[in-house]
């Protein structure tokens, strides 16, 4: 299919910069190898040009907001996300218009910029990341319930604009069933897979331990319900309580709770046992997970993260590690025996469970070879792919017969 004649697609995602944003870089990925043009309007990473080309990929940049520490400051962000993306939106259109626009939350205000091209004949597809009222639950517990009353009232006004729904998982699929009464037929379940060709654990790095016999990994955004608070207790446990000092951490990623973590690993007197990378180049985050024997998901039980499908999880099964969680409904199913569970926000089982398998090669071997398979039996991205491009097939009226998936490979349910 020639450029010319190629569908058009755009992108709207305000949470993370592509292609940092795994999932969202995935999407890109699918479509453009299926024969669609992309654009993506997202906000600048450090150094990140208004516009590049990348991998055939169209990304239309904006200088981020500020972080956040007060609630208040989100109606500036939201403002200031609405503007930005209508500008980028804008200026995909001039260069091509496009077919369909795809909204990542959160937030879910991001309609208000697509609405003036949904106008122009655009279809609109809700590619739901976070549960935004659960989300602003998990955060506030004690916040005004005017705020999450209007959060509501975002999350319907999206669903009631969007022509079609994408969930990560079954518990958000019910969602959109549920509050935002759509029809079945228009909600696809694409959950956020690894691929496992280009995630796969390499020699390890030695340098990389610092000293230490075993090195423990946490990757991902470091918000205040991303839990990095209850693993550094828990290293607190495991270095000052039981005296093991031949355990390290590295805490991969950032996010607005970043400076505070800092300071808590100080306050904790972890000192060498803990280190902070900020956002690594992928190459980098293989290293670090080629050499790590344990990777960690500690979010805390709450409103959105028991629903909620932890990318982290299944990378770290991608690179054959075995996982310590809390025992979370959505992080069991990705994660099932590959993974031990401790009692909800209970750092020092947490420290427990890690220590399990830290004196456990064996049981480490075996979970994480299970893992592995898991990611590339049911897990893998490309076991996703057939069905999220086939939205895009329906919404665009394109007629092309595609493989259950790609490469012959065949996924289990």
Known sequence: MSKSSAAHVAI???????????????????????????????????????????????????????????????????????????RGLAKAWRRRPFQVVQLCNPPDVLWAAALPFKARGARVVFDQHDLCPELYESRWPEGPRIVHRALLATERITYAVADRVVSTNESYRSVALRRGRKRPEHVTV????????????????????????????????MGPQDGVDLALHAMHHIVHTHGRTDVGLTLIGSGDAAPALH????????GEHVHFTGRVPDAQVQEILSTAVVGLCPDPRNPLNDVSTMNKTMEYLAYGLPVVAFDLIETKVSADSSALYAQPNRTEDFAGKILELLDDELRREQMGEAGRWRVEQVLAWRCQVPAYVALYDELTARHVKRAAAPGGVRCAG
């Not at 694409?190 to 030695?206: L, S």
């Not at 300071?263 to 972890?270: D, K």
């Open 12 to 86: 709207v995602v305000q949470n993370l910069p592509v292609p940092f944003d795994r999932r969202v870089w995935l999407e890109c990925q699918a479509l453009r190898d299926a024969g669609y043009e992309v654009s993506v309007v997202c906000p600048k990473g450090p150094g990140d040009p208004s516009y590049e080309l990348h991998e055939g990929v169209h990304l239309y940049k904006y200088r981020a907001f500020p972080p956040i520490t007060h609630q208040a400051a989100f109606v500036g962000e939201y403002a200031y996300s609405v503007t930005a993306s209508f």
């Open 190 to 221: 694409v959950r956020t897979g690894p691929d496992p060709d280009r995630m796969r654990a390499g020699a390890p790095v030695e340098e990389l331990r610092r000293g230490h016999k075993h090195l423990l990994a946490y990757l991902g955004v």
């Open 263 to 270: 300071r808590l690993a100080a306050e904790l007197n972890l």
